[in-house]
């Protein structure tokens, strides 16, 4: 006698039936990333350009509304020329780690364990990485490009050149490919790592802000110091908590910022 099938199965039996394996984990989920994405950064884009919320804004200054509108046309073209393309492509690999989209769901544990696992993966690897991003050439020729938005919005965390896209992508991809996930865990994956780097970019910390409740998260107030500053003295590298920058020294001047209550920053 088969099991029963639960509500949340049910929901995911509906969503996946009518759409191939292959069409679920590169067209479908691209629609749920460009969805997420775009509902969760439009808010910042909104409270800078009519001025709402500006006692919880961190810097003064704000960008034009040619200037953000900028940004979207570029993060479009960005994402159909390339995030589009390395998902259909990176498809075959992922089937072959062991993704799948079949019932039964993963047991809860299995999900928090898995995504709890990339977290902590990715941050290592991006840190390192965006580290690397900062060197003199690799700023010059690649990373310039995502700090051309000194005070970010949300949207300014997926502007990036294409090749950081691929380079740094990488370190988001590497976890599930280790685990080779059900498509479940993929997509809550990446909707909360979505939600993470929109926020760290928002421009606006907020007394509900994570960083307020959440040990070790480093949050919008931790990457705002690293956008607008020079390159060479912003630190805070890491992509989701503040514990890689803590433990090799690159967080010092934000510490001391924090300590003399800076807001704005000395070395825009």
């Known amino acids: 006698m088969a099991a029963p ?64 509108n900028r940004c979207v046309l570029r993060l479009i073209l960005y994402h159909v020329c390339v995030n589009l393309p390395v998902m259909i492509f990176s498809y075959p690999a992922f089937k072959f780690m062991g993704l799948r989209s079949s019932l039964p769901l993963p047991h809860w544990t299995v999900v928090v364990s898995q995504v709890l696992f990339y977290f ?86 907020f007394p509900w802000s994570p960083s307020n409740f959440l040990p070790l998260y480093g949050g919008s107030d931790f990457h705002d110091y690293h956008h607008r500053v020079l390159y060479t003295k912003s630190g805070n590298y890491a992509s989701t908590f503040v514990y890689m920058d803590w433990l090799f020294g690159t967080d010092k001047d934000y510490r001391k910022a924090k300590a003399g209550g800076e807001n704005e920053g000395k070395n825009l």
Do not use: C
């Not at 350009?49 to 003064?60: D, N, P, S, V």
């Not at 000194?150 to 997926?158: M, R």
């Open 5 to 68: 099938v639960s509500g949340l199965e049910s929901a995911w039996q509906l969503v996946t039936g009518n759409f191939t394996e292959f069409q679920l984990a590169t067209v479908i989920t691209f629609l749920l990333h460009e969805t997420v994405f775009f509902l969760s950064g439009l808010p910042s884009l909104l409270f800078e350009r009519f001025g709402l919320f500006a006692k919880y804004k961190i810097q003064k200054k704000s960008n034009t509304s040619a200037y953000q």
């Open 120 to 205: 902590v993966l990715e941050d290592f690897i991006f840190y390192w990485g965006h580290r690397a991003l900062h060197t003199k050439w690799l700023y010059k020729h690649v990373h310039s490009v995502h700090h051309e938005y000194a005070t970010p919005f949300g949207l300014t965390s997926e502007y990036a050149h294409p090749a950081e896209i691929l380079f740094l992508g990488f370190a988001t991809i590497v976890g599930p490919a280790l685990t080779g996930p059900h498509l479940f865990t993929l997509w809550l994956w990446m909707v909360l790592r979505v939600l993470e780097t929109v926020e760290a970019h928002s421009g606006y910390h």
